[in-house]
């Protein structure tokens, strides 16, 4: 069974830039998690997709958007980056909305 | 709303120690409760859970915790710590939000092993 994998590993763009970084959820999952963490800090909670539509939302702005696929993988766009951005972002599946989140190792943004 | 507050951003203690990680939470609502490990330049891997039944809660790699909901804490133990503890610990809470298990975490707690 494959966990959740995320790409790229590292990135790093200039300001005013736009990311996409992917996650693969585990075999099974439908639903994916976004969550971003700051250097020395715990992670924030994103937003969150269930079976294609977005199911809960953190305090981001809107450009930070998401997709997620028929196949359950999922996407995280980042729209006119800021320094601000630079950190781990994390992507999480589980079997439904509620149920345990399994994370991926990560996408590492540096924004110069 | 949700919080949780991991007390002590560092802790050191010796190999064979007791190992104590301190979390406190708030939830308005019966919570469900984690503790993650995170490696250096990994990703968060899922120790243990509490959701409802037995308030004791044992996890991967010795690791177990009490779920106390007088006292609204979840405190990770384990009895003799070993070199491959050491990580940072991060204690999370669910908060819905219209079905969506949103977790909360913590800003962690740095676990280092002393030979």
């Known amino acids: 069974e494959t966990g959740v994998t995320q790409s790229p590993t590292h990135l790093i763009k200039t300001r005013g830039q736009q990311v996409t970084l992917r996650c693969s959820s585990q075999?099974?999952?439908?639903?994916v998690s976004w969550y971003q963490q700051a250097l020395g800090q715990g992670p924030q909670f994103i937003f969150q997709?269930?079976?294609?539509?977005?199911?809960g939302r953190g305090n981001f702005p809107p450009r930070f958007s998401g997709l997620q696929f028929p196949n359950y993988s999922s996407e995280l766009n980042v729209n006119a980056l800021e320094l601000d951005d630079s950190a781990l972002y994390l992507c999480a599946s589980s079997l439904g909305r509620e149920e345990t989140q399994y994370f991926g190792p990560g996408t590492r943004l540096l924004v110069l | 709303a949700q919080s949780v507050t991991q007390l002590g951003s560092h802790v050191s203690v010796s190999e064979g120690a007791l190992v104590l990680l301190r979390c406190n939470y708030s939830s308005s609502v019966p919570p469900y409760l984690f503790w993650y490990v995170q490696y250096p330049n990994q990703g968060l891997q899922l120790l243990l859970k509490y959701t409802t039944g037995a308030t004791l809660v044992k996890g991967i790699n010795g690791f177990e915790a009490e779920f106390k909901k007088s006292e609204t804490s979840f405190h990770l133990t384990k009895p003799s710590a070993h070199m491959s503890d050491a990580a940072e610990y991060f204690c999370a809470v669910s908060g819905g939000l219209g079905g969506a298990q949103k977790l909360v975490f913590g800003q962690g707690t740095r676990l280092t092993i002393n030979p």
């Open positions: 075999s099974g999952h439908n639903t």
């Open positions: 997709y269930y079976r294609e539509e977005e199911n």
